[in-house]
C-alpha cells in the first residue's frame, strides 16, 4: 500500500510538472500549433493546405521573419547548425527525392519537428523517423539570439 500511495503521489507530481510546461505557448508553439492538422497541397502557404515549404514560410511569417517559398532557397539563409545543437525554430532540411535539399520542417525541441508530409499534411514526426533520419542533409538558424529569446518567452 505505502509503495502504491508513494507512485500515486509521483505519478501526479509529473503530471503537474508536465501539464505546467505543455500549457505554457510561447509565440513559436503558438504558430506551428495552428498550422497542426492542416492538409498537404502543393504550393500551398496557408491552413487550407501547405506544402513543406510553404509551412515553414507561413510560420516563420507569424514570427515576423521572411522566408522564400522554396526549400532550397531556406537552406541558404541563416547559419549552418550541427544536429547535436539544434534549438526549437532552427529548420531541419531533407533529401526526399534523390536530388538534394526537397524538404523542409521547424525543429520544436525534444528530437522532433513539425512538417507538411505529401500523404499527411502537418505532423510532428522524431528526427530519429527511420525515413527522415537516413534522408537528413542539414539545419539552419534562422533566428538571431535575440528573436530566439522573443519567439520562446510565453506569450500573455
Given at each position: 500500500?505505502?509503495?502504491l ?12 510538472i508536465?501539464?505546467?510546461s ?5 509565440p ?5 500549433n ?10 500551398g502557404t ?16 507569424k ?10 532557397g531556406q537552406?541558404?539563409?541563416g ?12 529548420l ?7 536530388k538534394?535539399i ?30 527522415y ?7 539552419r538558424r ?8 522573443q ?5 500573455k
Open positions: 500500500m505505502k509503495k500511495v508513494s507512485f500515486v503521489f509521483s505519478a501526479a507530481l509529473f503530471c503537474t508536465s501539464v505546467g505543455v500549457f505554457a505557448e510561447t513559436l508553439s503558438a504558430a506551428v495552428e498550422g497542426l492538422g492542416s492538409p498537404y497541397k502543393w504550393a496557408t491552413t487550407n493546405g501547405f506544402d513543406c515549404s510553404g509551412f515553414t514560410s507561413w510560420v516563420f511569417d514570427l515576423g521573419v521572411d522566408l522564400p517559398h522554396s526549400s532550397k537552406a541558404q539563409l547559419t549552418t547548425v550541427e544536429k547535436n545543437d539544434l534549438r526549437p525554430g532552427d531541419v532540411f531533407f533529401n526526399t527525392d534523390g538534394g526537397s524538404h523542409v520542417g521547424v525543429y520544436v525541441g525534444d528530437g522532433k519537428f513539425y512538417h507538411s508530409a505529401t500523404n499527411e499534411g502537418v505532423v510532428i514526426t522524431k528526427m530519429t523517423d527511420s525515413y533520419a537516413k534522408r537528413y542533409v542539414t539545419a534562422i533566428l538571431s539570439d535575440d528573436q530566439y529569446g519567439v520562446m518567452t510565453d506569450a
